[in-house]
């Protein structure tokens, strides 16, 4: 089924090729199957083409389980950038705030439409970070308890998954501005 699937879309992109009269570079073609077992092997122009247990597709990072990867990937490097912001614990809080807001929020909230659409716990995992640079910012320390929400309501932050969706509607009420045919389909 699904190297049925993937042929008649092989066929399509040819015919598009075709047209256009351009060729896609089987070298950066990667072909990865979201399955428990190895599936028959595609061929593209007759050519066997190997499956990967990982590839990146605009940013987005997919693993033959799912979108894991990509949620690890961004927490790590929010992390490396908070760290990095360790050493400028001392300037002012808006400063640090500000700081937080342009090297780290980004970053967590990188390609907002597939991430909003990821799991609980997997958005879980990058508010959790977004709290910890949240509590480096306004200078809490670690035995000063405060809610998640006090904390967003003084940084004037809001929470990742409140975000993550303002962002979401932004782009689909742009596509739906836009006019784009796709939209129905995709929603």
């Known amino acids: 089924m699904l190297n049925a699937r993937t042929r008649r879309e092989i066929a399509r992109v040819n015919a598009y090729e075709a047209e256009w009269k351009i060729r896609t570079n089987l070298n950066k073609f990667t072909v990865i199957p979201v ?3 190895r599936p028959d092997p595609l061929l593209v122009d007759d050519d066997p083409v ?3 247990p990982r590839g990146r597709s605009l940013g987005l990072q997919i693993s033959r389980h799912g ?3 990509h949620v690890t990937s961004r927490v790590q490097q929010a992390r490396r950038a908070l760290g990095n912001l360790f050493r400028l614990r001392d300037l002012h809080k808006q ?3 500000r700081l937080i807001k342009t090297l780290v ?3 967590l909230t990188y390609l907002p439409v597939p991430t909003h659409a990821f799991s609980r716990s997997a958005v879980s995992r990058l508010q959790r970070v977004q709290n910890a640079t949240l ?6 320390r670690w035995d000063d308890f405060r809610a ?6 003084e940084a004037s932050i809001p929470a990742l998954n409140v975000r993550l969706h303002d962002l979401t509607v932004g782009v689909w009420q742009r596509l739906r501005d836009l006019g784009w045919e796709q939209l129905d389909s995709l929603q």
């Open 35 to 37: 399955a428990t077992n």
């Open 50 to 52: 190997d499956f990967r």
């Open 67 to 69: 979108y894991t990867s």
């Open 95 to 97: 400063l640090n705030l």
């Open 105 to 107: 929020i980004p970053v």
């Open 135 to 140: 509590r480096f910012a306004l200078d809490f």
């Open 148 to 153: 998640a929400e006090a904390m967003h309501e």
